[in-house]
């Protein structure tokens, strides 16, 4: 059984730029949850997918999207970077979207905007 | 939004010591909690959930317990040892229809000295 992974592992990007980000979800996990976490913070939900489609959504702006492919791996989409979008990446996989207690997570991508 | 802040709560305990680590959380109607233990560099690891039903729940040299009239969770880890050095989360999360977004709480550091 293969864990939650995610690429890249660092990332430095501009303000203004565009930026993707992959998780491939552990192994028979269908359920893909993105949290951004910034330094000295707790994570906070950004959005989750579920059957490739988005399954709710923290508070975040439009220009975080995300994506959901048929093997359950999910990227996470950021345009028009700003200095405050620097941060630890995370994303998580569970077996269901619905109140499921068990979500793995990955190591996370960490993203600093210059 | 939340207040931001890079000094979180720490805990500083010896070897062998028993640990309990403090969280205090905001929506009443939160059907499930869980522990989360963040190292350096990596991401949230699962350690135990616990549902609003319930009042305490052990595991492997940790127990939690929830206390829904004020809205109080802790964790208690036994013999505490060096590799429990960490980051402690606790996330609250709706269940039924609602999709499995987790709340987490700021953070607490523990560092055990051997």
């Known amino acids: 059984e293969t864990g939650v992974t995610q690429s890249p592992t660092h990332l430095i990007k501009t303000r203004g730029q565009q930026v993707t980000l992959r998780c491939s979800s552990q192994?028979?996990?269908?359920?893909v949850s993105w949290y951004q976490q910034a330094l000295g913070q707790g994570p906070q939900f950004i959005f989750q997918?579920?059957?490739?489609?988005?399954?709710g959504r923290g508070n975040f702006p439009p220009r975080f999207s995300g994506l959901q492919f048929p093997n359950y791996s999910s990227e996470l989409n950021v345009n028009a970077l700003e200095l405050d979008d620097s941060a630890l990446y995370l994303c998580?996989?569970?077996?269901?979207?619905?109140?499921?207690?068990?979500?793995?997570f990955g190591p996370g991508t960490r993203l600093t905007v210059t | 939004g939340e207040s931001v802040g890079l000094h979180l709560p720490t805990l500083s305990v010896q070897e062998g010591d028993n640990s309990i680590i403090n969280c205090a959380y905001s929506?009443?109607?939160?059907?499930?909690f869980i522990w989360y233990k963040q190292e350096s560099g990596k991401g949230p690891q699962f350690i135990i959930d616990?549902?609003?039903?319930?009042d305490k729940r052990q595991g492997q040299r940790v127990t939690v317990l929830l206390n829904k009239t004020v809205k109080h969770l802790s964790l208690q880890i036994a013999a505490t040892q060096p590799g429990d050095s960490a980051v402690y989360f606790c996330?609250?999360?709706?269940?039924?229809?609602?999709?499995?977004?987790?709340?987490f709480g700021q953070g607490t550091i523990l560092t055990v000295h051997p």
């Open positions: 998580a996989s569970s077996l269901a979207p619905l109140g499921g207690s068990e979500q793995y």
């Open positions: 192994s028979g996990h269908n359920t």
């Open positions: 997918y579920y059957r490739e489609e988005e399954n």
């Open positions: 929506n009443s109607a939160s059907d499930y």
């Open positions: 616990i549902r609003s039903n319930m």
């Open positions: 996330a609250e999360g709706a269940g039924g229809t609602s999709y499995g977004k987790l709340t």
